[in-house]
């Protein structure tokens, strides 16, 4: 019997410290002027990869305008994201929409210049945003939309539930009208303007790609007339997104379910994102342009200007040279060696060279013929272009 109660607690104990780990950060630790809290869940396992500095992606979850932290747990994403390899942030920004109030609370600074910095500051991050996601119900929906279609260099992904699109544009009644006009002024004013998806859709773009969109609504949704309006904005636009309708109100009941589908796909995107930026960071020794020499006899040189680049996640290489300009058929980098391909029907030419420490690279040239058999090869060496 002792022996029993013995196993059973060790079980208990066991089941814990499975657990994913939660953590409460109070908004006077953070600073700033905008007293958003944040619940954050840290993965299984997390503590016990400490040594090995492991790092992970993060997602912020913005709560609903009635809602707070606290609501996630109340529809299950907690136990979603406790199966994922993933840091959740729950934010409590109160019925803030995430916009900086014109006479008040600076809530989206409080996010980009406080919260963020301290979530990478404090845990072990991927500092990206390759790495960073945001999805939220009804109004952090809205929020979370808007601020990754205004700062894709902040985040790569966002998931909507019940969005509040079109928010900022139309009259509301109730609440969540009088929350916009104490703060943001009457629909179509200057303020509501500035925080509206019609104007983060609008916005002159950088070099920073466009997020992933998410976005799911109830049929019997208010706001399903203004998702549809919105995704077809997003078509002409170009914007990647996956947009799901589904039976359901704009409730808890729909929310729960929208939930258990949406945050796994995010979360999936994310990982799918920070593994090509793990990818592209070991490129960027190789990106840029070089000055490349192969020697072809002794005294005999052909010289050529070479540059390598990524296009849609892939590695790419030209070349400029007293015979004219080529474009490689395949480029690879792994542990430090660079090796390029172009083929034509007759012949292929092949190179490989190691980027050395200073800089620079050394390796050889060959060129095999149709049967792949070498016919001709030599050393190859190239410098950063000044």
């Known amino acids: 019997m002792k022996w029993a109660v013995l196993m059973n607690v060790a079980l208990v104990w066991a089941v814990r410290a499975a657990d994913p780990e939660i953590e409460k950060v109070s908004a006077a630790s953070l600073g700033g002027d905008a007293p958003i809290s944040l619940t954050i869940?840290?993965?299984?396992?997390?503590?016990?990869?400490a040594e090995e500095d492991r790092r992970y992606p993060v997602i912020y979850l913005v709560h609903s305008f009635t809602g707070d932290a606290s609501e996630w747990e109340q529809l299950g994403a907690t136990g979603v994201a406790a199966e994922l390899p993933m840091i959740v942030v729950m934010l409590d920004a109160e019925q803030s929409f995430l916009g900086n109030e014109p006479r008040g609370v600076p809530w989206e600074t409080q996010l980009l210049e406080h919260v963020i910095p301290h979530v990478d500051a404090t845990y072990r991050t991927v500092v990206a945003s390759e790495a960073r996601g945001i999805m939220g119900l009804s109004m952090g929906g809205h929020a979370a939309l808007r601020l990754a279609l205004t700062y894709p260099e902040t985040f790569s992904s966002a998931g909507s539930v019940s969005g509040l699109i079109g928010c900022m544009e139309t009259a509301l009644n109730g609440s969540v009208e009088d929350r916009l006009q104490v703060s943001w002024g009457e629909p179509g004013s200057e303020a509501r303007q500035a925080l509206s998806l019609t104007t983060a859709l609008a916005r002159d773009r950088d070099q920073s790609p466009l997020p992933y969109l998410f976005l799911e609504c109830g049929v019997e949704d208010p706001w399903i007339g203004a998702h549809r309006k919105w995704v077809a904005a997003l078509q002409s636009k170009k914007i990647s997104y996956e947009y799901r309708?589904?039976?359901?109100?704009?409730?808890?009941?729909?929310?729960?379910?929208?939930?258990?589908?949406?945050?796994?796909?995010?979360?999936?995107?994310?990982?799918?994102?920070?593994?090509?930026?793990?990818?592209?960071?070991?490129?960027?020794?190789?990106?840029?342009?070089?000055?490349?020499?192969?020697?072809?006899?002794?005294?005999?040189?052909?010289?050529?200007?070479?540059?390598?680049?990524?296009?849609?996640?892939?590695?790419?290489?030209?070349?400029?040279?007293?015979?004219?300009?080529?474009?490689?058929?395949?480029?690879?980098?792994?542990?430090?060696?660079?090796?390029?391909?172009?083929?034509?029907?007759?012949?292929?030419?092949?190179?490989?060279?190691?980027?050395?420490?200073?800089?620079?690279?050394?390796?050889k040239w060959s060129i095999l013929d149709s049967e792949g058999t070498p016919q001709a090869s030599g050393p190859w060496r190239a410098s950063r272009s000044p």
């Open 41 to 49: 869940q840290l993965p299984t396992g997390y503590r016990a990869d």
């Open 245 to 363: 309708e589904s039976p359901g109100k704009h409730d808890y009941a729909y929310w729960r379910i929208a939930l258990t589908d949406l945050l796994p796909r995010l979360a999936k995107r994310v990982k799918e994102n920070r593994r090509r930026w793990d990818k592209e960071r070991e490129w960027r020794s190789l990106l840029g342009e070089w000055h490349a020499v192969a020697e072809i006899s002794e005294g005999n040189e052909f010289k050529l200007e070479t540059v390598f680049a990524v296009k849609n996640g892939k590695l790419t290489g030209t070349s400029d040279s007293a015979q004219g300009k080529s474009v490689f058929d395949r480029v690879t980098l792994d542990d430090g060696v660079m090796r390029y391909w172009t083929f034509t029907s007759e012949r292929t030419v092949h190179v490989e060279a190691e980027i050395g420490l200073d800089g620079g690279m050394l390796g």
